[in-house]
């Protein structure tokens, strides 16, 4: 009894998912895609789409009267940025300015790792360590090794 209620409730539930997908035309449809290239004029970076504001509820109601009417996304998408400007896209356009917005942050921070890199090889404190006497060993003559070599001798045979 258990199973044959449960197969009828996901059969509704499957039912009312296929009703409600089909009550959503292809003209919803494309308003949804059309509304989440456009970005809500009151809202901070929330799309038309997914924004319950109401101009973003106007401007998705508008957006399905061309769409009715056989307007492209593109004249569409045109018409809400003369309207608003380009400020209304959530991925503007690479060109003019906003060639600048994509492009100076990468630089600086290519810029800031060059003087990093910079900034440590040239560190005096982080280079290695020099021994001071090394270069006095080389210094010695065979003389100086010898006597060296007698009196190092000498302490050892003491102990």
Excluded: H
């Amino acid at each position: 009894m258990k199973y044959r209620a449960a197969f009828f409730l996901a059969a509704f539930l499957f039912l009312v998912a296929g009703v409600t997908a089909l009550a959503k035309g292809p003209i919803d449809q494309e308003a949804t895609k059309i509304g989440q290239e456009l970005k809500c004029p009151v809202c901070q970076n929330i799309s038309v789409a997914d924004s319950q504001s109401e101009l973003a509820t106007q401007m998705r109601a508008t957006i399905r009267e061309k769409l009715a009417a056989g307007e492209s996304k593109e004249s569409i998408i045109r018409y809400f940025v003369d309207r608003y400007g380009e400020e209304v896209l959530l991925n503007p356009p690479k060109d003019g300015f906003t060639t600048l917005v994509w492009l100076v942050p990468p630089a600086l921070i290519l810029l800031l790792g060059a003087v990093l890199v910079r900034g440590i090889r040239n560190n005096k404190y982080l280079s290695p360590i020099e021994d001071p006497y090394e270069e006095e060993a080389d210094d010695l003559s065979e003389d100086d090794i010898r006597k060296y070599d007698e009196v190092l001798n000498r302490e050892l045979s003491a102990n």
